[in-house]
């Protein structure tokens, strides 16, 4: 993953807010449009605009891209460290969660096919079973969180991981996440946050999870 201020000659490297690439009610009725709009213009902007101040008196580390950040998240000084950990992580894990959704009911397929498709079968067994395992990682992350498909040792496995966390801070790969923090999905479920995870697997996009997967591996 990158983002787009990798591009142009600014000497300064600052963060900046990925548009959606897509509408804001565009996962209704499944995801809706409000909680879409609070989530990614407040949340997610807010993380940006919070990365960025953390890194406004270190132009060193403002050379990075956030993924170098948080894979050497041990070596950022000790002062800013949780703010880049925190911030830092949201950036990079909602950078990821809006690529892999789309709108669901015209092209959804229900499953990966091709090389994923065989990868999850081969890891979990079946493509039901790793359904249920991702679901019960989301389910069973007390407090706020994220559930991960991942290669970790070069083996793919499910984590899930507390606040903005994400596995590239102790060398995991991940390709494939969902945000189980209670504003990703409060005003429409409340408290029913099985019935969110449950409702999100009708907007994946399974072609850019497919994507992520070969640049993981
Ligand atoms: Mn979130």
């Given at each position: 993953m990158s983002?787009?201020?990798?591009?142009g000659?600014?000497?300064?490297m600052?963060?900046?807010?990925?548009?959606l690439p897509y509408?804001?009610?565009?996962?209704e009725p499944?995801?809706d449009a409000?909680?879409?709009?609070i989530?990614?213009?407040k949340?997610?902007g807010?993380?940006?605009?919070?990365?960025?101040?953390?890194?406004?008196a270190h132009p060193?580390l403002?050379?990075l891209?956030v993924?170098e950040?948080l894979?050497?998240?041990n070596k950022?000084?000790?002062?800013?460290r949780t703010a880049?950990?925190?911030?830092g992580?949201?950036?990079?894990?909602?950078?990821m969660f809006w690529?892999?959704?789309k709108k669901?009911?015209?092209t959804?397929?229900?499953e990966?096919?091709?090389?994923?498709g065989?990868a999850?079968?081969s890891?979990?067994?079946?493509?039901?079973n790793?359904?249920?395992?991702?679901?019960?990682?989301g389910?069973?992350?007390f407090?706020?969180?994220?559930a991960?498909?991942?290669?970790?040792d070069?083996?793919?496995v499910i984590?899930?991981s507390?606040?903005q966390?994400?596995?590239i801070m102790?060398?995991g790969?991940?390709f494939?996440?969902?945000?189980?923090?209670?504003?990703?999905?409060?005003?429409k479920y409340?408290?029913r946050r099985l019935e969110y995870?449950e409702?999100?697997w009708?907007v994946?996009?399974w072609d850019q999870?497919?994507?992520?997967?070969?640049?993981?591996?």
């Open positions: 983002h787009a201020a990798g591009q000659a600014a000497p300064q600052t963060h900046t807010l990925p548009p509408s804001f009610d565009a996962l499944y995801i409000k909680t879409m709009e989530h990614h213009d949340h997610h807010a993380y940006v605009t919070n990365l960025n101040k953390a890194l406004e060193d403002q050379k891209s993924e950040l894979a050497q998240i950022v000084p000790e002062n800013i880049v950990r925190n911030n992580g949201g950036h990079m894990n909602h950078s690529k892999i959704m669901g009911f015209d959804f397929t229900g990966p096919g091709g090389d994923l065989n999850i079968k890891a979990f067994g079946s493509f039901a790793f359904k249920t395992k991702f679901n019960q990682a389910a069973t992350r407090g706020s969180g994220w991960w498909l991942l290669f970790r070069g083996k793919l984590e899930s507390a606040n966390d994400n596995p102790d060398g790969k991940a494939f996440g969902l945000d189980v923090w209670e504003h990703a999905y409060y005003l409340q408290n995870i409702a999100w009708n994946i996009n999870v497919a994507e992520n997967y070969f640049h993981a591996k």
